[in-house]
């Protein structure tokens, strides 16, 4: 089994900043890219920003130059850092992990969604 466990969402304003976390634990034999995606109400989940184990970056342009990305291999976890926050980036964020299992299974492993409201 294996297990992500977000931390860090909740309430700010416009302009504020917010450190999301998650830890991957359980049977983990390696993980690949580690990421977040969001879902707004009424809108389709989009990619946030994903990181490779090598540390490349990818963010979607709307967030570029305000959240960063970061990971921990050592200890299965990953951050994203996120300044200059605006009402349009209130979401469920989900953390996510792409991995191998130690039974050597890879799929996508998910967490449970943390709330982050931006209000204006």
């Known amino acids: 089994q294996v297990q992500l466990v977000e931390s860090g969402g909740g309430l700010v304003q416009a302009g504020g900043s917010l450190r999301l976390s998650c830890s991957a634990s359980g049977s983990i034999f390696v993980i690949n890219t580690m990421g977040w995606y969001r879902q707004a109400p009424g809108k389709q989940r989009e990619l946030v920003a994903e990181i490779t184990t090598g540390g490349s970056t990818n963010y979607v342009e709307s967030v570029k130059g305000r959240f960063t990305i970061s990971r921990d291999n050592a200890k299965n976890t990953v951050h994203l850092q996120m300044n200059s926050l605006k009402p349009e980036d209130t979401a469920v964020y989900y953390c996510?992990?792409?991995?191998?299992?130690?039974?050597?299974?890879?799929?996508?492993?998910w967490g449970q969604g943390t709330q982050v409201t931006v209000s204006s």
């Open positions: 996510y992990a792409d991995l191998l299992t130690r039974v050597l299974v890879r799929r996508d492993y």
